[in-house]
Each structure stands twice: as structure tokens, then as C-alpha cells.
């Protein structure tokens, strides 16, 4: 007789790395917190995909900030009014898509003093449980945000108003 058909061997597929890909994404936020209370727009800036699909929303800012080159943009005119700034993950959830993947949300607090273009005087905004969301992907030089979005409380709204009033229309 003829010898039985065999079937090709079916290897499962790698587990998925939690702890690693977890671990990434907890250095990931520290250092985007330390670099917020740096100051640095440029170690803000290179914790994102370096891209065009690279997109943030942050409060005050208006509309979603589209590429890096855009990002980086916004954040150096951004931070240059601030004069302190502190931000502290307060805590956060990781949804591990893939080894390469993951999805993060969370809370933050976040002390800002900033200056009003132009003006003399700094204004100091203190925000407790504002919410953010990531998608971060693994680059070749780590852990980066693709998707970053945050919010904040109502009252902080009144923050911005003071810090980038809106113009004077007669």
C-alpha cells in the first residue's frame, strides 16, 4: 500500500513576552515624565515614532499634531512658556497587543507654572487625575508612542484660557 499522507508539522506560535513588553512600557512613561519635567522638547519628541503616522493630542493644543516634525514643532513652542513643569503617572494599564504592540491608559497628575506670551506674570496649573491613552510600538531603539492623546479636568480648561487667551476680536 501506499504510505499515509502526512500532514505538515504546526508549530504554535512564540508566547508573547507580557512581563518584557509590560516593563518597556513602564520606562517608557518614565522617561516621557521625566523629559515633561525637563522641559525637553526633544527628548519628548524622540520617545514618539519618528514618522509621518506619529500623531499626539494635547490639551491646549488644539488639534492633533500630525508627524514629528509637527510634533517636535509644537512642543518647543509649547514648552517654551513653560518655566516648571512636573508630571507624575499616577497609574496605568497595559493591553499587550503583540510582542512588538501594546495599548496603555491611565491617569497623571501634572504641576505646571507657564508664562502667557507676552505677559509678566506666570500662571500655575495643578491638575490631579487627568487621563491619557498610547498606542506604543517596539522601534530598533526601544519602546515609542505611535498615538498619544491626554485630557484634562474642566477647571485646567480655565489654565489655558489664561496661558493662550483666545484673540481680541472688537
Not at 519602546?143 to 484660557?161: C, D, H, N, R
Request: with cysteine; charged share 25%; aromatic share 6%.
Amino acid at each position: 500500500p501506499p504510505p499515509a499522507p502526512t500532514c505538515p508539522e504546526v508549530v504554535p506560535p512564540a508566547p508573547i513576552p507580557q512581563d518584557e513588553v509590560r516593563d518597556g512600557v513602564r520606562r517608557l512613561l518614565e522617561e516621557f515624565a521625566a523629559a515633561v519635567g525637563r522641559r525637553d522638547a526633544e527628548a519628548v519628541a524622540r520617545l514618539h515614532v519618528d514618522g509621518p503616522d506619529t500623531v499626539a493630542i494635547w490639551p491646549g493644543l488644539g488639534e492633533e499634531i500630525v508627524g514629528i516634525e509637527a510634533l517636535r514643532a509644537a512642543l518647543r513652542q509649547e514648552m517654551a512658556h513653560w518655566k516648571s513643569a512636573s508630571l507624575v503617572v499616577t497609574d496605568h494599564d497595559v493591553r499587550v497587543i503583540t510582542s512588538d504592540a501594546a495599548v496603555v491608559w491611565g491617569h497623571y497628575d501634572q504641576e505646571l507654572e507657564a508664562a502667557p506670551p507676552g505677559g509678566r506674570h506666570s500662571v500655575t496649573r495643578r491638575v490631579r487625575g487627568a487621563r491619557f491613552f498610547a498606542l506604543m510600538t517596539r522601534q530598533p531603539d526601544g519602546w515609542k508612542m505611535l498615538i498619544e492623546a491626554g485630557s484634562i479636568p474642566l477647571s485646567a480648561v480655565m489654565f489655558e484660557a489664561l496661558v493662550h487667551p483666545p484673540p481680541f476680536r472688537q
